[in-house]
Structure formats: structure tokens, C-alpha cells
């Protein structure tokens, strides 16, 4: 992840944090419906901590990775049955955090953190995901698809970088990994900011789609 979105999180997180917590970005239903029986979860970008309790207390086994120790102190403060459950990593993910965690889930659930990504680093992002799931794991990503008040760095006031990700650019980047986009929703804003519109990709990993060499 950007560093300086890092930094930004660090400072703000107990802010951003309190106001995550007031709603749900994706509601239980699609969790369900997304992940269906495969109980164990892994969230990458944890934030507030609400969204991987809510998977907890519905019976998933669930792992989170947060970068921001702002955050995962936010998230283990309200909510401490996630205790030992949160670990220090972010997109792309560390080579040996990979290796000893290859296949190990059903379910990954993205939402809100690849925007936050590289561009040139987008692809290696789904490829660790991808890689992260069995044969026939499901992902869950949601982007931000429209936001307004950026700078010419693509920077909000706080210093977070978002970058563009229109859906043509997405469908292209799953095309080059294993996964198949099976369902698309479309999703304005739960807090109403003016000028922010969200997109959730519901993906599958395809079993007859070579991952990149190991």
C-alpha cells in the first residue's frame, strides 16, 4: 500500500475508524452470498475491526491484515475477540507471509484498500489474492468508483492516494489473473459524501487458470 496513505492512517485512523463503525460498507446478506459455505476468511485491510467481527459472530474463521498500527489498535480496542486474529501486513503481500499462507482460504474479502494501491502494482495485488484462495475461492473487492476532491497526485486533504479504477480497467486486470468476475454491484456512499460511488466485484478462482510460477 501507498506509504503515505499508510502515514495518513496512522495519524487520522481513530477518526476514520469511529465513523466505520457507524455503518456497514457491505451488508451481511452478501458476505453470505459471496462466500456461501466457505467458512474461513481472510479480510486484507481490516480498518475499523467491524467488518471482520461481523464475520466472526456469523461463524466464519477469519484473518485480517492491517498496515496501520493506528488501526489495529482502533480495531482490538472495540472489538477484542479479534485478539491474535490481526496481522501487520498489506497489498502486495510480503513473500514469506505468502508462502506460509498459499491456499489456506475459502474467502478474501478486499474492500476499500486497492484504490489506495499503485497502479503499476494492481495486477501483483490480485495475484497474491489469487493465491491466497483454493480452487474455486471466492474474492470480494470493493473500489471506490468515483471520488471527488482529489489533487493533481490524486491525493484527498488527508494525503491518501486513490487511484482511478473504472470498471473496463478492472474487468481487464481479473481477465490477466485466475480469477472470472460473476456478479457486479453498484453501491453509492453509506455516509452520503458528496461525489463517492462504490463497486463490489464478486470473483471465483478458476481451477483451470495457471497462477504465475512459484
Not at 453470505?32 to 456469523?58: N, T
Request: proline residues 4%; glycine residues 6%.
Amino acid at each position: 500500500m501507498d506509504k503515505q496513505t499508510i502515514d495518513a492512517y496512522e495519524l487520522y485512523g481513530a477518526d476514520f475508524a469511529h465513523r466505520y463503525r457507524t455503518g456497514e460498507r457491505v451488508p451481511m446478506a452478501r458476505f453470505k452470498e459471496a462466500f456461501e459455505q466457505k467458512l474461513k476468511v481472510i479480510e486484507i485491510g481490516v480498518g475499523s475491526g467491524s467488518d471482520m467481527a461481523r464475520l466472526l459472530d456469523a461463524g466464519y474463521d477469519v484473518t485480517g491484515l492491517e498496515p496501520s498500527s493506528t488501526l489495529r489498535r482502533e480495531a482490538l480496542e472495540h472489538f477484542p475477540q479479534l485478539a491474535s486474529r490481526i496481522h501487520n501486513e498489506s497489498l502486495p503481500l510480503s513473500v514469506n507471509f505468502l508462502a506460509n499462507l498459499r491456499g489456506a482460504f475459502g474467502g478474501v474479502l478486499c474492500s476499500a484498500v486497492l484504490m489506495h494501491i499503485a497502479p503499476d502494482k494492481h495486477q501483483r495485488a490480485l495475484l497474491d489474492m489469487a493465491e491466497l484462495l483454493e480452487p474455486q475461492g471466492r474474492l470480494l473487492l470493493t473500489v471506490s468508483a468515483t471520488r471527488d476532491g482529489l489533487d493533481d497526485e490524486r491525493r484527498d486533504e488527508f494525503g491518501r492516494f486513490y487511484a482511478e479504477l473504472p470498471n473496463d480497467y478492472l474487468q481487464s486486470l481479473f481477465a490477466s489473473t485466475p480469477f472470472r468476475v460473476i456478479h457486479i454491484w453498484h453501491n453509492e456512499d453509506q455516509w452520503h459524501r458528496h461525489g463517492l460511488q462504490w463497486i463490489t466485484y464478486l470473483a471465483e478462482k478458476s481451477a483451470d487458470k495457471r497462477l504465475r510460477p512459484i
